[in-house]
């Protein structure tokens, strides 16, 4: 009793604290690219019941109906409704504080993973490195999807782990893992792939344990082969009945408007004359199937097999590149915990392999598939899974008499030194690179979007602007949405779409004294058009004569 108090005590040290530097920090940046738009999805979903424009987005549900629920309730109260544009920045700071939710239930199942494999100890490292690594609690500060999806792959991963054993019962053995894969699915649509990836490993590592994969004796390897197929039928079977459990809890969730698709009409309209063209329209106007969690799963799809360029090491490539997570890691990560990490290596080999590490290990190993490339929080997991593991590792040693350990003390300084880590980049969790490439001043020369400039600068500009340019009218060229850029004395230039007169005619568009400049404009495909190429390549030319934390100061005239 007395650890469990312990526990608990720590956990509510750590989840205050991290709760705190999210709150604090929300306050001090604007509307990242995705929340204005999941603020008005979410709250149209709450008055209409149609989630279309989540749909569309190919974005889930789950996460955005949680955190807009709350403001909802409000303007039920007050009695007239919210303006999701003009009020964004009255609603957004409750949108924010109420993704919290997702973020203690990480850090309990954190501690829980942790104290499965790794004892009391192993559980309080773990919920310690999860919670002081400054990208988590930059997500963990927004109004977007990346915490709700860690959160839930955390409990789909312990409850599987748990729940899938050789033995256990039909509703154990499968309805839990279906419905809680079904959750993981409502909060994001990579849960599909990442799900399913650790329902085999979870899966068959739990069947190994038993000793029901082992072939007899002295078998051949064809034999062996054999025996795994037939031992893992039943495991195949379940693992059908799990994912179609998920889908179907997914589709419920998501509902339906109960309408035609107009893609699929048109689609249907432009078939060339035959027997299909007079079949496909009269169904596409018959049938009243949408809008469905199909089509955010197939947006996602779709866009993965799209693809898209990608902004690496200071330069921009058109494809993404196989090689861009593990150096995405190995920037953002920070140096205690990579440290950490070696000394685990070093001391812990063998106590590395548990279950938390083998999913670890297939999303790590899956990356180079991961075609859109604009942020490490799609590895969000992967990262909260490793440090699951060497928190497990490390604290098993510990329990171990005469057993070769990472010592206490270096532990005890790696975490204070993480913590001051945390403490140090606040509030830039999302813009953090740790030292060993530049830290954050430097992020904007390696990595691009949600890894450093998601146009969340806006109120650090004004601020500049007030205490050296008099807070006089100020041209920004910026890649964002955040609606606080229409509002004086920004001075919103769309240099990118405005004709091109020249290839010097920024002077005639930025009629200040100032242009800024967003680091994401830099970053970002240099020539989406014309008039963009040309006017990027003029402000390159040219020395920033200040800077924000995203945005680049020149000067246009005296």
Same mark, same amino acid.
């Given at each position: 009793m007395r650890g469990r108090w312990v526990d608990a005590l720590w956990l509510l040290v750590v989840g205050v604290a991290s709760s705190a530097w999210c709150l604090t920090a929300a306050v001090q940046? &604007?509307?990242?690219?995705?929340?204005?738009?999941?603020?008005?999805?979410?709250?149209?979903?709450?008055?209409?019941?149609?989630?279309?424009?989540?749909?569309?987005?190919?974005?889930?549900?789950?996460?955005?109906?949680?955190?807009?629920?709350?403001?909802?309730?409000?303007?039920?109260?007050?009695?007239?409704?919210?303006?999701?544009?003009?009020?964004?920045?009255?609603?957004?700071?409750?949108?924010?504080a109420t993704n919290l939710v997702f973020w203690w239930l990480a850090l309990v199942y954190s501690m829980r993973l942790g104290r499965t494999f790794g004892g009391a100890w192993g559980g309080r490292l773990a919920v310690a490195l999860v919670a002081c690594d400054p990208n988590f609690l930059g997500h963990a500060a927004l109004a977007t999807t990346d915490t709700a999806l860690l959160a839930c792959m955390l409990v789909l991963v312990y409850h599987t782990y748990h729940c899938y054993t050789p033995g256990a019962g039909w509703k154990r053995r499968v309805l839990v893992p279906g419905l809680l894969y079904g959750l993981a699915l409502t909060a994001k649509a990579s849960a599909m792939v990442f799900g399913a990836q650790a329902l085999l490993v979870l899966g068959l590592w739990n069947l190994a344990k038993a000793g029901v994969l082992t072939p007899p004796p002295e078998t051949s390897l064809w034999k062996k082969a054999v025996h795994v197929w037939h031992a893992t039928f039943q495991f195949r079977k379940d693992l059908v009945v799990i994912v179609y459990i998920g889908f179907v809890f997914t589709f419920g969730y998501c509902g339906c408007d109960w309408g035609t698709e107009p893609t699929f009409i048109k689609w249907a309209d432009k078939l060339p004359e035959g027997d299909l063209k007079?079949?496909?329209?009269?169904?596409?106007?018959?049938?009243?199937?949408?809008?469905?969690? &199909?089509?955010?799963?197939?947006?996602?799809?779709?866009?993965?097999?799209? &693809?898209?360029?990608?902004?690496?090491?200071?330069?921009?490539?058109?494809?993404?590149?196989?090689?861009?997570?593990?150096?995405?890691?190995?920037?953002?990560?920070?140096?205690?915990?990579?440290?950490?990490?070696?000394?685990?290596?070093?001391?812990?080999?063998?106590?590395?392999?548990?279950?938390?590490?083998?999913?670890?290990?297939?999303?790590l190993a899956f990356t180079p598939n991961c075609r859109v490339q604009i942020g490490i929080r799609f590895v969000f997991v992967l990262m909260a899974l490793a440090y699951i593991t060497v928190g497990a590792a490390i604290a098993r040693g510990w329990s171990e008499p005469g057993a070769r350990v990472v010592p206490r003390w270096l532990?005890?300084?790696?975490?204070?030194?993480?913590? &001051?880590?945390?403490?140090?980049?606040?509030?830039?969790?999302?813009?953090?690179?740790?030292?060993?490439?530049?830290?954050?001043?430097?992020?904007?020369?390696?990595?691009?979007?949600?890894?450093?400039?998601?146009?969340?600068?806006?109120p650090e500009l004004r601020a500049w602007n007030t205490e050296h340019n008099n807070n006089e009218p100020l041209a920004i060229w910026y890649y964002g949405t955040d609606p606080d850029v229409m509002h004086p004395p920004l001075v919103w230039t769309q240099l990118?779409?405005?004709?091109?007169?020249?290839?010097?005619?920024?002077?005639?568009?930025?009629?200040?004294?100032?242009?800024?400049?967003?680091?994401?404009?830099?970053?970002?495909?240099?020539?989406?058009?014309?008039?963009?190429?040309?006017?990027?390549?003029?402000?390159?030319?040219?020395?920033?004569?200040?800077?924000?934390?995203?945005?680049?100061?020149?000067?246009v005239r005296e």
């Amino acid at each position: 009793m007395r650890g469990r108090w312990v526990d608990a005590l720590w956990l509510l040290v750590v989840g205050v604290a991290s709760s705190a530097w999210c709150l604090t920090a929300a306050v001090q940046f &604007g509307a990242t690219f995705d929340e204005p738009l999941y603020v008005k999805a979410g709250l149209t979903s709450w008055r209409t019941g149609s989630n279309k424009l989540m749909m569309r987005a190919g974005t889930m549900p789950l996460p955005v109906d949680v955190q807009t629920l709350p403001v909802y309730l409000w303007e039920q109260h007050r009695g007239h409704e919210f303006d999701p544009l003009l009020e964004l920045h009255t609603v957004l700071p409750v949108c924010r504080a109420t993704n919290l939710v997702f973020w203690w239930l990480a850090l309990v199942y954190s501690m829980r993973l942790g104290r499965t494999f790794g004892g009391a100890w192993g559980g309080r490292l773990a919920v310690a490195l999860v919670a002081c690594d400054p990208n988590f609690l930059g997500h963990a500060a927004l109004a977007t999807t990346d915490t709700a999806l860690l959160a839930c792959m955390l409990v789909l991963v312990y409850h599987t782990y748990h729940c899938y054993t050789p033995g256990a019962g039909w509703k154990r053995r499968v309805l839990v893992p279906g419905l809680l894969y079904g959750l993981a699915l409502t909060a994001k649509a990579s849960a599909m792939v990442f799900g399913a990836q650790a329902l085999l490993v979870l899966g068959l590592w739990n069947l190994a344990k038993a000793g029901v994969l082992t072939p007899p004796p002295e078998t051949s390897l064809w034999k062996k082969a054999v025996h795994v197929w037939h031992a893992t039928f039943q495991f195949r079977k379940d693992l059908v009945v799990i994912v179609y459990i998920g889908f179907v809890f997914t589709f419920g969730y998501c509902g339906c408007d109960w309408g035609t698709e107009p893609t699929f009409i048109k689609w249907a309209d432009k078939l060339p004359e035959g027997d299909l063209k007079e079949m496909m329209v009269p169904v596409s106007r018959e049938l009243k199937i949408f809008t469905n969690a &199909g089509e955010a799963l197939l947006q996602q799809i779709k866009h993965n097999i799209r &693809g898209h360029g990608t902004y690496l090491l200071g330069a921009w490539h058109p494809r993404a590149t196989p090689t861009y997570f593990p150096l995405a890691l190995s920037m953002k990560v920070p140096l205690p915990a990579i440290v950490l990490l070696l000394a685990a290596l070093v001391a812990h080999p063998r106590r590395l392999l548990i279950p938390t590490a083998g999913v670890a290990l297939i999303l790590l190993a899956f990356t180079p598939n991961c075609r859109v490339q604009i942020g490490i929080r799609f590895v969000f997991v992967l990262m909260a899974l490793a440090y699951i593991t060497v928190g497990a590792a490390i604290a098993r040693g510990w329990s171990e008499p005469g057993a070769r350990v990472v010592p206490r003390w270096l532990v005890g300084a790696l975490l204070a030194a993480l913590v &001051g880590t945390a403490a140090w980049v606040w509030p830039h969790g999302l813009s953090y690179f740790n030292q060993a490439w530049g830290g954050t001043p430097a992020g904007s020369t390696l990595l691009h979007d949600s890894n450093y400039d998601w146009g969340q600068g806006l109120p650090e500009l004004r601020a500049w602007n007030t205490e050296h340019n008099n807070n006089e009218p100020l041209a920004i060229w910026y890649y964002g949405t955040d609606p606080d850029v229409m509002h004086p004395p920004l001075v919103w230039t769309q240099l990118s779409k405005l004709p091109l007169e020249s290839d010097a005619d920024v002077p005639h568009h930025c009629p200040t004294k100032y242009l800024a400049v967003s680091a994401a404009i830099l970053s970002n495909n240099p020539a989406p058009t014309p008039p963009h190429k040309a006017r990027l390549e003029w402000v390159r030319a040219r020395t920033p004569v200040a800077r924000t934390t995203h945005f680049f100061i020149y000067q246009v005239r005296e």
